[in-house]
């Protein structure tokens, strides 16, 4: 027998003798038969053993979880936003239970590209998720390679699954009558003032009554970690917005006893009981409405609305851009991924129209 290789035999209660094949006592099961006699090591379930035996836990070795752990401590990790810190937390436990124990040097092994797909693949059913698996596993990896602590990413340059083009993607009317239906009127709000502004999720939670302005609103996006002040124009249906916000806020507090009234937040959105949200929070209750409203659409596709609208009323490309906070850069590809262009042609059709019944 190969050194190391454990054969354990059973007879089932149905009468049929099975053998299992370990890599070594007390290690991961690799093969299993049925028959009276014991199993030949074939060169498969040696080369299985092998294989199983280079990720076996090593107590005096450093291994991933050690990695996990200086990386979390560092200042690579201390710098990213507080969201992409909670992404981490979430992901390095899930890390740890399925590599924490192997030692790094099985990482310089360009073979364990083999097990990360494996690991990766559980969640194939969800192609996102999958991907996030690997991204965060790789930045780890990259991290260890800059320390002198690895010398490959064997993650790296792992294929996407998830491959989606949002680029006509927006609300319908019904979708947003379906969610208004469903969410109360604190929700509402949220879908409302992305329409309006087409903010990222952070910034939707975070903007303060401070950046309202008379024709404007105002505000340092956190993407870029408030160096790019974004100027949006406030639309009719914005000042609605703002104003409905103020009315609902005064009438509740009018409804309640003294002792419970509570001042109107400093942030635009709040939640019920007029708090400000937290980005957690308002994606986990934004998300639920969603869901019991039966829309299978992305917060951010209501960006595309709010592109729209700007096209319609005629915005360059280079204005959209600065509203929404893009480097002049990225203009073409946020045309080409958020702009409802039918709409928009309809709408250079109408214009035309009118041109030439008024000449």
Same mark, same amino acid.
């Given at each position: 027998?190969?050194?190391?290789?454990?054969?354990?035999?059973?007879?089932?209660?149905?009468?049929?003798?099975?053998?299992?094949?370990?890599?070594?006592?007390?290690?991961?099961?690799?093969?299993?038969?049925?028959?009276?006699?014991?199993?030949?090591? @074939?060169?498969?379930?040696?080369?299985?053993?092998?294989?199983?035996?280079?990720?076996?836990?090593?107590?005096?070795?450093?291994?991933?979880?050690?990695? @996990?752990?200086?990386?979390?401590?560092?200042?690579?990790?201390?710098?990213?936003?507080?969201?992409?810190?909670?992404?981490?937390?979430?992901?390095?436990?899930?890390?740890?239970?399925?590599?924490?124990?192997?030692?790094?040097?099985?990482?310089?092994?360009?073979?364990?590209?083999?097990?990360?797909?494996?690991?990766?693949?559980?969640?194939?059913?969800?192609?996102?998720?999958?991907?996030?698996?690997?991204?965060?596993?790789?930045?780890?990896?990259?991290?260890?390679?800059?320390?002198?602590?690895?010398?490959?990413?064997?993650?790296?340059?792992?294929?996407?699954?998830?491959?989606?083009?949002?680029?006509?993607?927006?609300?319908?009317?019904?979708?947003?009558?379906?969610?208004?239906?469903?969410?109360?009127?604190?929700?509402?709000?949220?879908?409302?003032?992305?329409?309006? @502004?087409?903010?990222?999720? $952070?910034?939707?939670?975070?903007?303060?009554?401070?950046?309202?302005?008379?024709?404007?609103?105002?505000?340092?996006?956190?993407?870029?970690?408030?160096?790019?002040?974004?100027?949006?124009?406030?639309?009719?249906?914005?000042?609605?917005?703002?104003?409905?916000?103020?009315?609902?806020?005064?009438?509740?507090?009018?409804?309640?006893?003294?002792?419970?009234?509570?001042?109107?937040?400093?942030?635009?959105?709040?939640?019920?009981?007029?708090?400000?949200?937290?980005?957690?929070?308002?994606? $986990?209750?934004?998300?639920?409405?969603?869901?019991?409203?039966?829309?299978?659409?992305?917060?951010?596709?209501?960006?595309?609305?709010?592109?729209?609208?700007?096209?319609?009323?005629?915005? @360059?490309?280079?204005?959209?851009?600065?509203?929404?906070?893009?480097?002049?850069?990225?203009?073409?590809?946020?045309?080409?991924?958020?702009?409802?262009?039918?709409?928009?042609?309809?709408?250079?059709?109408?214009?035309?129209?009118?041109?030439?019944?008024?000449?």
């Amino acid at each position: 027998m190969a050194a190391g290789i454990h054969i354990v035999t059973k007879r089932l209660a149905t009468g049929v003798k099975t053998h299992y094949v370990y890599a070594w006592r007390g290690g991961p099961k690799i093969h299993q038969s049925e028959g009276e006699r014991k199993p030949k090591l @074939t060169a498969s379930i040696q080369t299985a053993a092998a294989d199983a035996r280079r990720t076996r836990p090593d107590p005096g070795a450093v291994c991933i979880r050690h990695l @996990t752990e200086k990386f979390i401590g560092s200042g690579d990790y201390l710098r990213l936003k507080k969201a992409t810190q909670s992404h981490y937390r979430a992901w390095i436990p899930r890390i740890d239970e399925k590599f924490g124990d192997i030692p790094l040097t099985v990482f310089n092994d360009p073979r364990m590209r083999m097990h990360i797909l494996d690991w990766r693949d559980q969640w194939a059913a969800n192609p996102k998720k999958a991907d996030d698996a690997v991204r965060h596993l790789s930045r780890i990896l990259s991290f260890g390679i800059d320390k002198f602590m690895l010398d490959i990413n064997c993650s790296a340059r792992i294929p996407m699954l998830y491959e989606t083009d949002r680029s006509f993607i927006v609300w319908t009317k019904e979708d947003i009558e379906a969610f208004r239906h469903k969410a109360k009127e604190y929700l509402q709000d949220i879908i409302d003032l992305e329409s309006c @502004t087409g903010l990222r999720r $952070t910034d939707l939670a975070a903007i303060t009554w401070d950046s309202v302005g008379e024709h404007t609103l105002s505000w340092r996006t956190s993407k870029s970690n408030g160096k790019r002040l974004v100027i949006i124009p406030i639309l009719p249906e914005t000042r609605k917005l703002l104003g409905r916000i103020k009315a609902r806020h005064a009438a509740d507090m009018v409804r309640r006893p003294a002792s419970e009234r509570v001042p109107l937040p400093p942030t635009i959105l709040a939640t019920q009981s007029w708090r400000p949200w937290s980005v957690e929070g308002l994606s $986990t209750m934004f998300s639920r409405a969603q869901i019991e409203a039966g829309i299978d659409k992305h917060l951010h596709d209501l960006r595309g609305n709010f592109v729209t609208r700007l096209a319609i009323a005629g915005l @360059t490309s280079h204005e959209i851009a600065n509203i929404v906070g893009w480097s002049s850069k990225d203009v073409e590809e946020m045309m080409r991924r958020y702009i409802n262009r039918d709409v928009v042609a309809r709408s250079q059709a109408e214009r035309i129209a009118m041109v030439t019944i008024a000449g």
